[in-house]
């Protein structure tokens, strides 16, 4: 896989971190998730591919440990705000002077500067402050708050392992590692909502409910695809005004509204499945799996606990990702075989976990 060999050191934290250290792992990286004493959850933390390690890094002896595995890692990626790493006296400046190879990820809410980097924040702050909440939603509506794909998914977690993976190419030719930025915020783009195309304004580009209460989705852009559109609606271009009139745009909406609501998801789909229309089926996560385009590329796993989720992406034919179909790792269940992996005694080990340094939940990890 494209990512074996790598080593990577992932403090746990919320869905960011997670995401893009589990995207690491499904190509081949050798994730090690670092959880804090005392943590209560145990699966369904994104921790597909990875192993844990129970480390209470505000104990001294603590963020020795971490920084013993660290000179030995290639990547450290953490979740805190600014100033938490350095009060632990585990901040890059430490760490990378012991390893000039290690990537620091730091993948944070706000970023390591300006006056918000030392706040708290989740998706929807950090879609606020970026500018994209406000174009989220209706016309005259309140902004709609998403599920959190866009921030702490693809703006956060998929361009904090991008990063990683630059770093790492970089370090290909300079020998060295760096420090990486990463943050929640969004660019924003700028037409008001209701008047952007690609927001829900445009008749041709929404969603519509149907007859059984269930909703199509419309993407039909292009003059050619407009024009199989109208054509599966029934309905004749000469008798509609100019596709690009947004005055009439709400007109039309309605129009469309009308007909979509005549028959059900499945007779539209019927209509519309093979044509280039742009109109397709708004899918629940339980349809999802079970259509036909989705389990012919195969693009979802079932896990040992029978639990679904999507492929890892993208597709790479040479080194494609091997995902573990096994389950998510109980919090500490590999704390003494990572140690003994990286150099400790079993002298050393049975110490720390004496003084409470490190937690080894071997016995809950075999019920």
């Keep these: 896989m494209a990512l074996q060999g790598i080593s990577v050191v992932e403090l746990s934290g919320l869905a960011p971190g997670p995401f893009c250290a589990m995207v690491l792992a499904d190509f081949g990286a050798r994730v090690v998730r670092v959880d804090r004493p005392g943590s209560r959850y145990d699966v369904s933390r994104l921790g597909r591919g990875k192993r844990s390690l129970v480390l209470d890094l505000k104990q001294p002896r603590g963020a ?21 790493m350095e009060k632990l006296q585990l901040g890059p400046e ?29 998706d929807i702050n950090y879609l606020a402050l970026s500018g994209v909440l406000s174009k989220i939603g209706r016309s005259g509506e309140n902004p709609y708050a998403p599920l959190n794909l866009l921030a702490d998914f693809a703006g ?36 008001p909502r209701g008047q952007n195309m690609l927001d829900g304004g445009a008749p041709f580009y929404t969603t519509y409910r149907t007859a059984d209460g269930e909703f199509m989705a419309v993407g039909a852009i292009e003059p050619q695809f407009y024009e199989l559109l109208i054509k599966g609606l029934g309905l004749k271009s000469d008798e509609l005004p100019n596709q690009m009139s ?23 789909c019927q209509i519309f499945d093979g044509t280039d229309a742009c109109v397709t089926p708004v899918l629940t996560f339980e349809e999802v799996v079970h259509h036909d385009h989705n389990k012919e590329r195969g693009s979802f796993i079932t896990s040992e606990e029978q639990d679904v989720s999507p492929r890892p992406a993208p597709l790479l034919l040479n080194t494609p990702a091997i995902p573990s179909f096994k389950r998510d790792p109980f919090i500490g269940e590999h704390t003494e075989e990572i140690l003994e992996e990286f150099g400790f005694s079993r ?10 340094i490190i937690e080894s939940n071997k016995v809950k990890a075999s019920l």
């Design 156 to 191: 956060g977690g998929l361009m904090c392992a991008l990063g990683i993976i630059m770093a790492l190419f970089d370090r290909t030719r300079t020998g060295k590692g760096q420090v990486i930025d990463a943050n929640m915020k969004l660019s924003l783009w700028e037409a």
């Design 246 to 268: 947004m005055d009439d745009w709400p007109e039309m909406k309605k129009k469309f509204a009308d007909v979509f609501a005549e028959k059900t998801k499945a007779e539209w």
């Design 347 to 356: 002298e050393e080990i049975y110490q720390l976990n004496s003084d409470k």
């Design 64 to 84: 020795a440990v971490l920084r013993r595995l660290c000179k030995r890692s290639d990547v450290l990626l953490e979740p805190f705000r600014r100033g938490v």
């Design 94 to 122: 430490i760490l990378q002077r012991e390893n000039p190879r290690l990537i620091y990820a730091r993948l944070s809410g706000f970023g390591q500067s300006g006056s918000f980097c030392r706040l708290a924040g989740h």
